[in-house]
């Protein structure tokens, strides 16, 4: 998956965060993702850094469930289905009944990153998620930000490859 914007927004979601030295994976992504915000010719040039729970409840049922939640869950299936992905095993729907009338829980991955453009209005991707065989992971999605150019690098090349656009134009 290829990040398309020059900088981006990127919101990290855990699902609890444990005390500090007893869960290193969580703390390396964070570690990762702050290097990258605190950089100013990065790409990132927002982090927003939540915690959200092992669960939240698939209709408004409890206050204990942000509406954004659901919400920010919802725009990231959009987003899968519109490019063929799977948010599951990651992420799981448990209906309370067999009804199926919209009450049950969505239970969520330990770790979730959602990368934006810079403005927040377009969601390019959600890691993790399901590719046809292949998983993309969490790390997967930091290296993807890590590759990325930041601003600075993205005017440099545009300006080289005008120069040489420039060279390439025979005189008169």
Request: charged share 25%; proline share 6%; hydrophobic share 35%.
């Amino acid at each position: 998956m290829t990040l398309t914007a020059d900088s981006v927004r990127v919101a990290l979601r855990f699902r609890t965060l444990g005390p500090s030295g007893l869960n290193p994976p969580q703390i390396k992504v964070l570690d990762r993702l702050q290097t990258l915000s605190e950089d100013e010719d990065g790409p990132v040039t927002e982090l927003d850094v939540d915690i959200w729970g092992a669960s939240i409840g698939i209709t408004q049922t409890a206050e204990r469930d942000p509406a954004d939640t659901r919400e920010m869950v919802a725009e990231f299936r959009q987003w899968a289905d519109a490019y063929g992905y799977r948010l599951q095993p990651a992420f799981a729907w448990h209906s309370s009944d067999s009804k199926d009338t919209g009450n049950g829980q969505i239970v969520t991955p330990l770790i979730t990153l959602a990368v934006y453009n810079e403005t927040g209005e377009r969601l390019q991707a959600v890691y993790p998620h399901v590719d046809g065989e292949d998983v993309q992971t969490i790390h997967d999605g930091v290296e993807a930000l890590e590759s990325m150019p930041g601003p600075e690098d993205t005017e440099q090349a545009d300006d080289e490859q005008n120069e040489k656009e420039d060279l390439a134009v025979p005189l008169q």
